[in-house]
C-alpha cells in the first residue's frame, strides 16, 4: 500500500500507527492524534464508530470500550 493510500472501507491499516487506519493521512502522534483527526475528519469518525460497534458485537459485554 502506498504511504498515503486510503485503505478500503472494510479494511483498516492498523499496522501503521502514525497514520489514520480509515484514510491514511498522517497523524501528530498514535494516541490523542488520533482522536484530533476524527475530529477533523468525519468520514473517519463515520468509520471508526462502525469499526468500534463490529467489535463491541463480537466481543459483547466483555468490552466497555
Do not use: K, N, Y
Request: charged share 30%.
Amino acid at each position: 500500500m502506498a504511504e498515503h493510500s486510503h485503505p478500503s472501507p472494510d479494511s483498516p491499516d492498523w499496522h501503521r500507527p502514525d497514520f489514520c487506519p480509515f484514510c491514511g493521512a498522517e497523524l501528530t502522534d498514535a494516541g490523542a492524534g488520533f482522536i484530533d483527526h476524527l475530529d477533523d475528519a468525519p468520514e473517519c469518525e463515520e468509520r471508526f464508530a462502525v469499526w468500534r460497534q463490529r467489535v463491541a458485537d463480537d466481543i459483547g459485554g466483555e468490552w466497555g470500550g
